[in-house]
Nanobody
Framework: VQLVESGGGLVQPGGSLRLSCAAS????????MTWVRQVPEKERELVAS???????NYADFVKGRFTISRDNAKNTVYLQMNSLQPSDTAVYYC?????????WGRGNLVTVAS
């Protein structure tokens, strides 16, 4: 059972990145998926979520810039990030959850700097 994030890295302000989170070992389509981010010395904060039926939810600070999507055939959830700002610099984690269980990825660093 695992989640593996990829797609992070260094990008200039105003640029774009797409994060991927590949799931294995569980029935991905049954799980709601969430992207959460954390900067040092701060609590993790929800970025975006997508339910197992595709309903999405976004934090106010990413609305209009980030898009979450999922491909159940590929057991993967994505986070398309556009118009990135230095304040978006963080480690991004994906999380899978149902009412009974929760699975976390190990995180992927996104750095927005010129």
């Amino acid at each position: 059972v695992q989640l593996v994030e990829s797609g992070g890295g260094l990008v200039q302000p105003g640029g774009s990145l797409r994060l991927s989170c590949a799931a294995s070992g569980f029935t991905f389509s049954n799980y709601a998926m969430t992207w959460v981010r954390q900067v040092p010395e701060k609590e993790r904060e929800l970025v975006a979520s997508i339910g197992n039926r595709g309903r999405t939810n976004y934090a106010d600070f990413v609305k209009g810039r980030f898009t979450i999507s999922r491909d159940n055939a590929k057991n993967t959830v994505y986070l398309q990030m556009n118009s990135l700002q230095p304040s978006d610099t963080a480690v991004y984690y994906c999380k899978a959850q149902t009412l009974l269980s929760e699975i976390w990825g190990r995180g992927n660093l996104v750095t927005v700097a010129s």
